[in-house]
């Protein structure tokens, strides 16, 4: 559409744009990887004009949430930690509503709804392999033990899915449909 665009890498936590520049903003699954949520709050909220709406999204429910976890610790020690955590208290409806507050949005200007949507997986051990790839690197990274352990890893990720209501297996065996749940935030400045 000609539009002026320019994409920029930088940290959520220590945006560069000015105060007061975005009409709108949008953060989708990021707070769940990041280290300091507090500092990106009060970043959305600073780059958000007056009237100025945010949108952010969170998962509320991911099926391999803890088949992934289970996957880790039987294939490795209890030391190793994952790279990218998630789950647990940031699945919380309150870790977004906290996240708005600590950014400084009022609470009355802040409404945040649950969705529900299904995934479809055309084969559930190809998605659980490249999910394992993605969400099962640890903090020192990839090591010759978990080549070994590949397979042993992935098996697990795809018999816990199986087991869950979350997953409707297709009538070919191989694939299905999966269910997550996201909690969407829309909040005005």
Known sequence: NNWPVQAVVMKAQDLTFPSDFFTHSFTNFVIMGLDNRHLAAQQLYRTLKPDGTAVVVTWAFMPHDIPLKKAHLATRSEDKKLRIQWGDDLLLKSTLSDFY?????????????????W??????KAWAEGLWSFLGDTEEGWSQEDEE?????????????????????????????????????????
């Open 101 to 117: 507050k600590e950014g400084g949005f009022e609470e009355e200007k802040v409404d945040i709804k649950s969705f529900e949507l």
């Open 119 to 124: 995934h479809e997986v055309k084969d559930l």
């Open 149 to 189: 352990r590949w397979e042993g890893a992935v098996n697990i990720v795809v018999e816990e899915v199986e087991k869950e209501d979350a997953y409707v297996r297709n009538e070919d065996g191989k694939g299905g449909k999966l269910r997550f749940v996201a909690h969407v935030g829309l909040a005005t400045k």
